[in-house]
Protein backbone atom coordinates (compact mmCIF):
# COMPACT_ATOMS: atom_id res chain seq x y z
CA UNK A 1 0.00 0.00 0.00
CA UNK A 2 1.43 3.00 -0.76
CA UNK A 3 1.73 6.06 1.96
CA UNK A 4 -0.80 8.16 0.00
CA UNK A 5 -3.82 5.26 0.16
CA UNK A 6 -2.40 4.72 3.58
CA UNK A 7 -3.64 8.22 4.87
CA UNK A 8 -6.35 8.09 2.26
CA UNK A 9 -7.34 4.69 4.83
CA UNK A 10 -6.22 6.26 7.67
CA UNK A 11 -8.47 9.51 7.24
CA UNK A 12 -11.56 7.11 5.97
CA UNK A 13 -11.66 5.18 8.88
CA UNK A 14 -11.34 7.80 11.54
CA UNK A 15 -14.14 9.69 9.96
CA UNK A 16 -16.25 6.56 9.78
CA UNK A 17 -15.29 6.66 13.44
CA UNK A 18 -16.22 9.74 14.36
CA UNK A 19 -19.52 9.14 12.68
CA UNK A 20 -20.17 6.11 14.00
CA UNK A 21 -19.88 7.23 17.27
CA UNK A 22 -22.10 10.41 17.10
CA UNK A 23 -24.73 8.06 15.77
CA UNK A 24 -24.60 5.61 18.88
CA UNK A 25 -24.14 8.84 20.56
CA UNK A 26 -27.92 10.24 19.59
CA UNK A 27 -29.07 6.26 19.69
CA UNK A 28 -28.73 6.38 23.85
CA UNK A 29 -29.93 10.35 23.82
CA UNK A 30 -33.03 10.00 21.62
CA UNK A 31 -34.24 6.57 22.26
CA UNK A 32 -32.33 4.35 24.91
CA UNK A 33 -31.77 7.02 28.01
CA UNK A 34 -35.30 8.48 27.96
CA UNK A 35 -37.38 5.14 27.88
CA UNK A 36 -34.41 3.34 30.00
CA UNK A 37 -34.00 0.72 27.85
CA UNK A 38 -30.34 -0.99 28.62
CA UNK A 39 -28.81 -2.33 25.55
CA UNK A 40 -26.40 -4.29 27.48
CA UNK A 41 -22.10 -3.71 27.85
CA UNK A 42 -20.65 -0.86 29.90
CA UNK A 43 -22.56 2.12 28.78
CA UNK A 44 -25.76 -0.14 30.15
CA UNK A 45 -24.27 -0.40 33.63
CA UNK A 46 -23.83 3.57 33.66
CA UNK A 47 -27.72 4.09 32.54
CA UNK A 48 -28.34 1.81 35.29
CA UNK A 49 -25.58 4.22 37.61
CA UNK A 50 -27.47 7.58 35.94
CA UNK A 51 -30.74 6.06 37.37
CA UNK A 52 -29.28 5.30 40.51
CA UNK A 53 -26.88 8.18 41.29
CA UNK A 54 -27.46 10.67 38.46
CA UNK A 55 -23.93 9.98 37.38
CA UNK A 56 -23.52 11.11 33.29
CA UNK A 57 -23.60 8.35 31.15
CA UNK A 58 -21.13 8.93 29.01
CA UNK A 59 -18.53 9.95 31.45
CA UNK A 60 -19.70 7.29 34.07
CA UNK A 61 -18.70 4.96 30.75
CA UNK A 62 -15.79 5.87 30.04
CA UNK A 63 -14.23 5.87 33.89
CA UNK A 64 -15.93 1.88 33.85
CA UNK A 65 -14.19 1.11 30.51
CA UNK A 66 -10.94 2.23 31.95
CA UNK A 67 -10.11 -0.88 34.15
CA UNK A 68 -11.10 -3.03 31.55
CA UNK A 69 -8.70 -1.43 29.07
CA UNK A 70 -6.07 -1.85 31.59
CA UNK A 71 -7.10 -5.70 32.06
CA UNK A 72 -7.19 -5.63 28.02
CA UNK A 73 -3.85 -5.04 27.81
CA UNK A 74 -2.38 -7.22 30.36
CA UNK A 75 -4.25 -10.00 29.37
CA UNK A 76 -4.03 -9.58 25.30
CA UNK A 77 -1.31 -7.32 24.98
CA UNK A 78 -0.10 -3.96 24.47
CA UNK A 79 -0.55 -4.27 21.22
CA UNK A 80 -4.74 -4.36 21.76
CA UNK A 81 -7.24 -1.77 20.92
CA UNK A 82 -5.69 2.15 20.15
CA UNK A 83 -9.20 2.71 17.67
CA UNK A 84 -10.72 0.29 20.39
CA UNK A 85 -9.89 3.13 23.04
CA UNK A 86 -10.45 6.03 20.68
CA UNK A 87 -14.01 5.04 19.72
CA UNK A 88 -14.91 4.23 23.31
CA UNK A 89 -13.96 7.70 24.19
CA UNK A 90 -15.40 9.28 20.85
CA UNK A 91 -18.59 7.06 21.57
CA UNK A 92 -18.78 8.20 25.15
CA UNK A 93 -18.52 11.67 25.22
CA UNK A 94 -20.74 11.84 22.16
CA UNK A 95 -23.94 10.59 24.96
CA UNK A 96 -23.30 13.43 27.22
CA UNK A 97 -22.47 16.30 24.10
CA UNK A 98 -26.07 15.17 22.54
CA UNK A 99 -27.86 15.20 25.93
CA UNK A 100 -27.15 18.49 26.23
CA UNK A 101 -27.27 19.67 22.61
CA UNK A 102 -30.57 17.67 21.39
CA UNK A 103 -33.17 19.94 22.93
CA UNK A 104 -36.17 17.54 22.62
CA UNK A 105 -34.31 15.04 24.40
CA UNK A 106 -36.27 12.09 22.89
CA UNK A 107 -37.53 11.47 19.61
CA UNK A 108 -40.63 8.98 20.77
CA UNK A 109 -42.82 8.93 23.44
CA UNK A 110 -43.86 4.45 22.55
CA UNK A 111 -41.03 2.93 24.50
CA UNK A 112 -41.72 -0.02 22.13
CA UNK A 113 -40.50 2.54 18.81
CA UNK A 114 -37.77 3.79 21.13
CA UNK A 115 -36.26 0.00 22.16
CA UNK A 116 -37.02 -0.56 18.33
CA UNK A 117 -35.28 2.43 16.46
CA UNK A 118 -32.90 2.03 19.09
CA UNK A 119 -31.62 -0.66 18.48
CA UNK A 120 -31.42 0.03 14.66
CA UNK A 121 -29.77 3.63 15.05
CA UNK A 122 -27.37 2.47 17.68
CA UNK A 123 -26.19 -0.77 15.92
CA UNK A 124 -25.80 1.34 12.37
CA UNK A 125 -23.70 3.31 14.64
CA UNK A 126 -21.27 0.38 15.73
CA UNK A 127 -21.57 -1.00 12.70
CA UNK A 128 -19.47 2.10 11.09
CA UNK A 129 -17.03 1.62 14.54
CA UNK A 130 -16.57 -1.94 13.76
CA UNK A 131 -16.27 -0.90 9.63
CA UNK A 132 -13.31 1.43 10.70
CA UNK A 133 -11.49 -1.15 12.79
CA UNK A 134 -11.96 0.13 16.07
CA UNK A 135 -14.60 -0.92 18.54
CA UNK A 136 -16.21 0.66 21.49
CA UNK A 137 -14.28 -1.54 24.09
CA UNK A 138 -16.47 -2.12 27.35
CA UNK A 139 -17.58 -5.74 27.43
CA UNK A 140 -15.63 -6.58 24.58
CA UNK A 141 -12.77 -6.72 26.50
CA UNK A 142 -14.14 -8.34 29.49
CA UNK A 143 -15.69 -10.87 26.87
CA UNK A 144 -12.23 -11.90 24.89
CA UNK A 145 -11.06 -12.43 28.97
CA UNK A 146 -13.62 -14.36 29.93
CA UNK A 147 -13.46 -16.49 26.51
CA UNK A 148 -9.59 -17.02 27.65
CA UNK A 149 -10.14 -17.80 31.06
CA UNK A 150 -13.07 -20.43 30.65
CA UNK A 151 -14.27 -22.43 28.30
CA UNK A 152 -16.98 -20.40 26.76
CA UNK A 153 -16.80 -19.10 23.13
CA UNK A 154 -16.52 -14.85 22.63
CA UNK A 155 -20.26 -14.85 21.37
CA UNK A 156 -21.63 -17.15 24.12
CA UNK A 157 -19.68 -15.24 26.63
CA UNK A 158 -20.54 -11.83 25.69
CA UNK A 159 -24.41 -13.20 25.48
CA UNK A 160 -23.68 -14.20 29.46
CA UNK A 161 -22.79 -10.41 30.36
CA UNK A 162 -25.08 -8.61 28.38
CA UNK A 163 -28.18 -11.18 29.78
CA UNK A 164 -26.77 -10.73 33.81
CA UNK A 165 -26.43 -6.74 32.95
CA UNK A 166 -30.00 -6.59 31.39
CA UNK A 167 -31.54 -8.61 34.26
CA UNK A 168 -30.07 -5.92 36.55
CA UNK A 169 -31.23 -2.85 34.94
CA UNK A 170 -34.98 -5.05 35.35
CA UNK A 171 -33.94 -4.80 39.28
CA UNK A 172 -32.92 -1.86 39.44
CA UNK A 173 -35.79 -0.16 37.60
CA UNK A 174 -38.34 -1.94 39.31
CA UNK A 175 -39.55 -3.11 35.99
CA UNK A 176 -38.92 -6.64 33.95
CA UNK A 177 -40.98 -5.33 31.36
CA UNK A 178 -37.94 -2.69 30.40
CA UNK A 179 -35.55 -6.09 30.49
CA UNK A 180 -37.51 -7.50 28.37
CA UNK A 181 -37.18 -4.32 26.01
CA UNK A 182 -33.30 -4.23 26.61
CA UNK A 183 -33.25 -8.22 25.25
CA UNK A 184 -34.87 -7.29 22.39
CA UNK A 185 -33.07 -4.14 21.64
CA UNK A 186 -30.22 -6.55 21.73
CA UNK A 187 -31.35 -8.78 18.81
CA UNK A 188 -32.14 -5.51 16.89
CA UNK A 189 -28.91 -4.07 17.30
CA UNK A 190 -27.28 -7.33 16.36
CA UNK A 191 -29.11 -7.15 13.29
CA UNK A 192 -28.24 -3.74 12.43
CA UNK A 193 -24.43 -4.31 12.98
CA UNK A 194 -24.66 -7.18 10.77
CA UNK A 195 -26.35 -5.35 8.21
CA UNK A 196 -23.64 -2.27 8.03
CA UNK A 197 -20.89 -4.80 8.28
CA UNK A 198 -21.82 -7.62 5.75
CA UNK A 199 -24.75 -5.32 3.85
CA UNK A 200 -27.81 -7.22 2.48
CA UNK A 201 -27.43 -10.46 0.49
CA UNK A 202 -28.44 -9.89 -2.67
CA UNK A 203 -27.19 -13.18 -4.38
CA UNK A 204 -27.79 -16.54 -3.44
CA UNK A 205 -25.27 -19.93 -3.88
CA UNK A 206 -26.41 -23.23 -4.90
CA UNK A 207 -24.42 -26.51 -4.76
CA UNK A 208 -26.05 -29.12 -6.16
CA UNK A 209 -24.66 -32.94 -5.43
CA UNK A 210 -25.53 -34.99 -8.24
CA UNK A 211 -24.55 -37.73 -10.71
CA UNK A 212 -25.79 -35.68 -12.87
CA UNK A 213 -23.96 -32.72 -12.22
CA UNK A 214 -22.52 -31.99 -15.39
CA UNK A 215 -26.17 -32.10 -17.07
CA UNK A 216 -27.09 -29.98 -14.69
CA UNK A 217 -24.63 -27.29 -15.44
CA UNK A 218 -25.27 -27.25 -19.15
CA UNK A 219 -28.99 -26.68 -18.58
CA UNK A 220 -28.47 -23.69 -16.05
CA UNK A 221 -25.37 -22.20 -18.37
CA UNK A 222 -27.48 -22.60 -21.63
CA UNK A 223 -31.15 -21.85 -19.83
CA UNK A 224 -30.18 -18.89 -17.79
CA UNK A 225 -26.87 -17.46 -19.03
CA UNK A 226 -25.24 -18.02 -15.42
CA UNK A 227 -21.55 -20.08 -14.95
CA UNK A 228 -21.29 -22.99 -13.32
CA UNK A 229 -18.09 -25.04 -11.55
CA UNK A 230 -18.47 -28.80 -11.34
CA UNK A 231 -16.29 -29.22 -7.91
CA UNK A 232 -14.39 -32.79 -6.78
CA UNK A 233 -16.63 -34.20 -3.86
CA UNK A 234 -16.47 -37.51 -1.58
CA UNK A 235 -18.97 -39.24 0.63
CA UNK A 236 -17.63 -39.48 4.27
CA UNK A 237 -19.58 -42.24 4.63
CA UNK A 238 -19.23 -44.54 1.53
CA UNK A 239 -16.20 -42.65 -0.19
CA UNK A 240 -17.86 -42.90 -3.66
CA UNK A 241 -16.40 -39.79 -5.65
CA UNK A 242 -19.66 -37.32 -5.93
CA UNK A 243 -19.28 -33.85 -8.55
CA UNK A 244 -20.20 -30.34 -6.55
CA UNK A 245 -22.08 -27.91 -8.72
CA UNK A 246 -21.69 -24.88 -7.84
CA UNK A 247 -23.98 -22.13 -9.03
CA UNK A 248 -24.11 -18.03 -7.77
CA UNK A 249 -26.81 -16.29 -8.70
CA UNK A 250 -30.00 -13.24 -7.90
CA UNK A 251 -32.07 -14.01 -5.40
CA UNK A 252 -35.19 -14.15 -8.20
CA UNK A 253 -33.30 -16.41 -10.21
CA UNK A 254 -33.31 -19.43 -7.64
CA UNK A 255 -36.36 -20.81 -8.11
CA UNK A 256 -35.83 -20.73 -12.28
CA UNK A 257 -32.67 -22.77 -10.85
CA UNK A 258 -34.42 -25.03 -8.12
CA UNK A 259 -36.73 -26.15 -11.17
CA UNK A 260 -33.86 -26.55 -14.09
CA UNK A 261 -32.01 -29.27 -11.29
CA UNK A 262 -35.56 -31.10 -10.26
CA UNK A 263 -36.20 -31.17 -13.83
CA UNK A 264 -32.66 -32.60 -14.91
CA UNK A 265 -32.24 -34.98 -11.55
CA UNK A 266 -35.01 -34.83 -8.95
CA UNK A 267 -32.78 -37.19 -6.68
CA UNK A 268 -30.21 -34.53 -6.62
CA UNK A 269 -29.37 -33.22 -3.48
CA UNK A 270 -29.21 -29.45 -3.32
CA UNK A 271 -28.02 -26.83 -0.84
CA UNK A 272 -29.02 -22.56 -1.34
CA UNK A 273 -27.20 -20.04 0.78
CA UNK A 274 -26.75 -16.59 1.37
CA UNK A 275 -23.71 -14.81 -0.83
CA UNK A 276 -23.43 -11.23 0.34
CA UNK A 277 -20.16 -10.53 -1.62
CA UNK A 278 -19.15 -11.92 -5.25
CA UNK A 279 -16.64 -10.03 -7.25
CA UNK A 280 -16.03 -10.88 -11.13
CA UNK A 281 -17.67 -11.18 -14.29
CA UNK A 282 -22.07 -10.87 -14.14
CA UNK A 283 -21.86 -9.10 -10.54
CA UNK A 284 -19.15 -6.68 -8.84
CA UNK A 285 -16.56 -5.53 -10.61
CA UNK A 286 -12.86 -6.79 -9.45
CA UNK A 287 -11.49 -4.49 -6.93
CA UNK A 288 -14.88 -2.90 -5.38
CA UNK A 289 -15.14 -4.20 -2.10
CA UNK A 290 -17.69 -3.58 0.36
CA UNK A 291 -21.79 -3.93 0.26
Known sequence: MTRRRFILKLLGDGLLMVAGSAVCGLAFTLFLIPHKVVPGGVSGVAMILNHL???????????????????????????????SFIGMLLSSLAIDFFTYVVPTGQ???????????????????????????????????????????????LGSALLLIDIVIISCAGFAYANFELALYGFLNVYVQVWMIDLVLEGVSYTRAMFVISERATAVGQAITTKMGRGATVLSGKGAWTGLERPVLLVVMSKKEVPVARELVREVDPQAFVIITDVYEVLGEGFKPRGQFGP
Not at 62 to 77: C, E, H, Q, R, S
Not at 117 to 123: D, K, M, N, S, Y
Open 107 to 153: ATDDPIMACLFGGIVLGAGLGLVFRSGGSTGGTDILGMVLSRWTNLS
Open 53 to 83: ADLPVGLTTIVLNLPLFALGVKVLGKLYGLK
